[in-house]
């Protein structure tokens, strides 16, 4: 899953529990079997992405993915794309917005800031699970930049 060889890591940052099973689910569903290692929380996730010291160094060299939800319980997932997209260790790491806020303004800043790619949940279920299987089906075949 990249292009050097170096298996690529999932980071999914997503609250609902239901939404997280659902994404892993179809995510497996697509063939894709890289490990995915979840977080319910920012504070969490930006703990891991950059490192006990804070610097992000400690994941220079790795490839990481982020599947962000937008609407967390501690902070927004705005705050994260700022601090993964701006920091020189992180910022290559494509982060994929998966989020249930459709407002334009929202949708702009957010690739503003660097995401990758922006997703809306469907409300309803199958459109959730159609929209993570061609998800996973764009994991199998993308290429994750080198970090420096």
């Known amino acids: 899953m990249s292009n050097d060889g170096k298996p690529v890591t999932i980071i999914m940052i997503e609250d609902d529990e239901g939404h997280a099973r ?14 995915i290692i979840p977080f319910t929380n920012g504070t969490d996730a930006l703990a891991f992405l950059m490192g006990p ?23 927004t997932g705005v705050d994260i794309l700022e601090k993964v997209k701006g920091n020189e260790h992180t910022r ?39 929209a993570i299987r061609q998800l996973g ?5 993308m290429q994750v930049p080198e970090t420096e």
């Not at 490839?63 to 962000?68: A, E, G, N, T």
């Open 22 to 35: 659902l994404i892993e689910k179809n995510i497996r569903r697509a063939g894709v079997s890289n490990q």
């Open 92 to 130: 290559r790491s494509p982060v994929v917005v998966l989020t249930t806020t459709d407002d334009q303004r929202e949708i702009q800043r957010c690739y503003d800031l660097g995401a990758n790619v922006y997703i809306t949940k469907p409300v309803d279920y199958d459109g959730f699970a159609n």
């Open 53 to 75: 010291d804070g610097t992000g160094e400690s994941n220079k060299g790795r490839q990481l993915l982020v599947l962000l939800d937008l609407n967390l319980p501690d902070m």
């Open 137 to 141: 089906l764009f994991f199998s075949v």
